[in-house]
T-cell receptor, first 113, second 115 residues
Framework: GENVEQHPSTLSVQEGDSAVIKCTYSDSASNYFPWYKQELGKRPQLIIDIRSNVGEKKDQRIAVTLNKTAKHFSLHITETQPEDSAVYFCAASWGNYGQNFVFGPGTRLSVLP | DVKVTQSSRYLVKRTGEKVFLECVQDMDHENMFWYRQDPGLGLRLIYFSYDVKMKEKGDIPEGYSVSREKKERFSLILESASTNQTSMYLC??????????????FGPGTRLLVL
């Protein structure tokens, strides 16, 4: 079955710097790759996603890139702010019915003022 | 705006008790999921349901069962709670994906402590 690895497990950056989190997946049938942000004590919330027919997607300070050949996708956060501090989860999904999801183990991002 | 609610934010139960966790969504989503979240292990799928009365085992179904009698409601049942089931339980829902969106929307979570 699908396996999603995520690195690093923890990441500390200075405010204003960029942060990059990388995920790799194993099943070439995966076609949807969301990223979720979970602030302390809150529910995971979708921040950006990308489908397999797209190589890059950007939303303000957040971008996701996908390399299907290498089976990896990355989250890029620019100009980090303290409110970006959270745990970030990547996921890979295959099939057309939204039922097949595997999440990565998460990355704890700390943005230091 | 999608709303997913869970019946309790915190629960304390004793070993051997039967525990019910309930999840309700108001967006007519076909898919509903139960995850368990433990530090360093991410979100692990316990069960999911793609329609009323339909269910599929996830990665860690042992010790759990589920019920979906109505489309908006998905219940997780711990038949006989054990201390290793102490965890955060998250419910999620999504459309089938045929419409184009497979985004999962999560509930606030239930933190369960089994003594």
């Amino acid at each position: 079955g699908e396996n999603v690895e995520q690195h690093p497990s923890t990441l500390s950056v200075q405010e204003g710097d960029s942060a990059v989190i990388k995920c790799t997946y194993s099943d070439s049938a995966s076609n949807y790759f969301p990223w979720y942000k979970q602030e302390l004590g809150k529910r995971p919330q979708l921040i950006i996603d990308i489908r397999s027919n797209v190589g890059e997607k950007k939303d303000q300070r957040i971008a996701v890139t996908l390399n299907k050949t290498a089976k990896h996708f990355s989250l890029h956060i620019t100009e980090t702010q303290p409110e970006d501090s959270a745990v970030y989860f990547c996921a890979a999904s295959w099939g057309n019915y939204g039922q097949n999801f595997v999440f990565g183990p998460g990355t704890r991002l700390s943005v230091l003022p | 705006d999608v709303k997913v609610t869970q019946s309790s934010r915190y629960l304390v139960k004793r070993t051997g008790e039967k525990v019910f966790l309930e999840c309700v969504q108001d967006m007519d989503h076909e898919n509903m999921f139960w995850y368990r979240q433990d530090p360093g292990l991410g979100l692990r799928l316990i069960y999911f349901s793609y329609d009323v009365k339909m269910k599929e085992k996830g990665d860690i179904p042992e010790g759990y069962s589920v019920s979906r009698e109505k489309k908006e409601r998905f219940s997780l049942i711990l038949e006989s709670a054990s201390t290793n089931q102490t965890s955060m339980y998250l419910c999620a829902s999504s459309l089938t994906g045929v419409s184009g969106s497979k985004t999962q929307y999560f509930g606030p979570g239930t933190r369960l402590l089994v003594l």
